[in-house]
């Protein structure tokens, strides 16, 4: 059974820093990429980031880059997201998701496996 379990957010000040987990079981994690995503009320799903299989490429939106770093820890079946600098417009719901080998950018439509979304709220 295919599972990413998404895990870290919570409530952070403007200008705080969290981790989020996506921790995978029921799929050669190895061969995969994953990417995150977020979704704040009334708006789109969003692409964040990604990291290729290997780890050789990510790619980062605009709206993160540089603040945000993707990593994988594949003996941990385990990709995190690091977010530090956070501002209230990141608050959403962040969602990890998964594919074959690369990454294809931000459209969620090219992801096979989702999970089920951690809560980040950004606010004073």
């Known amino acids: 059974q295919v599972q990413l379990v998404e895990s870290g957010g919570g409530l952070v000040q403007p200008g705080g820093s969290l981790r989020l987990s996506c921790a995978a079981s029921g799929f050669t994690f190895y061969y995969y990429a994953v990417g995150w995503f977020r979704q704040a009320p009334g708006k789109e799903r969003e692409g964040l980031s990604c990291i290729s299989y290997t780890a050789g490429s990510t790619y980062y939106a605009d709206s993160v880059k540089g603040r945000f770093t993707i990593s994988r820890d594949n003996a941990k079946n385990t990709v995190y997201l690091q977010m530090n600098s956070l501002k209230p417009e990141d608050t959403a719901v962040y969602y990890c998701?998964?594919?074959?080998?690369?990454?294809?950018?931000?459209?969620?439509?090219?992801?096979?496996?989702w999970g089920q979304g951690t809560q980040v709220t950004v606010s004073s």
């Open positions: 998701a998964s594919r074959s080998y690369y990454c294809s950018g931000p459209n969620p439509n090219d992801y096979d496996y």
